[in-house]
C-alpha cells in the first residue's frame, strides 16, 4: 500500500535494538486503538498503521476491513480518498482486479483532492484495466494521470502497456523509453521495453536509433542500480 498509507517510522524495538516480532507488533497496534478515544486522530493512525502491517503479512481481507471501518468513520474527502486508494492496491495484491477497478473508480468520484493521491488513483485505474485486458479504457486513464503529474514515470509504463495491448507498438516503445528516462531506478518499464521488441522486431525499422535507445535504457538502469 506504499501509494496510499501513511509515512511510518520502522517498528518499536524491546530494548537494546532487538525489533518487536510481527505477533507484538499486532498486539501493539491493537492495543494502541482500543485504547484511542473512537474519533481521535490517533486512532485512525493507528488504523491506518494496523492496515498497512495487515498488508504487507498478506491478510488482505483483513487489512480490507480495517480500511472499510476507517472508511465509514471519515468524511474528509482527501483522508476518503486516500482510503479507497488503499482497498484499491489491496485488492490488487489479492489480484481482484475488478474490486480494484471499482475502489479506483470510487476515488476518483472524490475529486478534487491532493497531486499524489490524484495521480496514483488515475494510474491505478489504468493499471487495473490493462489487467483486465481492457486497454482502450486504461490508456484514457494513464494519459490523465501524465497530465496530472508528468514527471512521474509509472503511467508512462502503463500507457506503455494500454498501447502495446491495443497492437500499438512503436507508441508503447516510446512510452516505456520515456519511462526510464523519468525513473532508471525502475527496471519493470525496461522489461517492458525489451519484451516488445523481442516480440516485435519490426519496431527497430520504425523507430530511428532504437538500437541506441535500447542500450542507453539499459546502461541507465544498470548504474541507477549499481550493476
Partial sequence: M????????GPPDRGEGVPVTAEELERI?????????????????????LARFLGMVHREGEAIQVLQSLLAATSDLETRAEIVLGLGQLMEQLGDF????????RGVALEPVGTRTWYFLHN?????????GRHAEGEGWCRA????????HNARKNLGIACEGQGRYVEAVRCF???????PRDPRALKCLEDVVVAHP?????VDGLENELQSCRAAVAAALGE
Avoid: T
Avoid at 478515544?37 to 485512525?44: A, M, N, Y
Avoid at 475488478?98 to 473508480?105: H, K, Q, R, T
Fill in 2 to 9: 506504499s501509494s496510499a498509507s501513511k509515512s511510518q517510522s
Fill in 29 to 49: 497496534l491493537r492495543a494502541r486503538i482500543a485504547q484511542c478515544p473512537e474519533d481521535s486522530p490517533d486512532r485512525r493512525q493507528a488504523l491506518w498503521q
Fill in 98 to 105: 475488478a474490486g480494484a477497478v471499482e475502489a479506483y473508480s
Fill in 124 to 132: 491505478n485505474l489504468g493499471y487495473s484495466l490493462n489487467q483486465l
Fill in 145 to 152: 494521470a501524465i497530465r496530472i503529474s508528468p514527471e512521474r
Fill in 177 to 183: 523509453i520515456e519511462a526510464v528516462r523519468a525513473e
Fill in 202 to 206: 519490426e519496431v527497430f525499422g520504425e
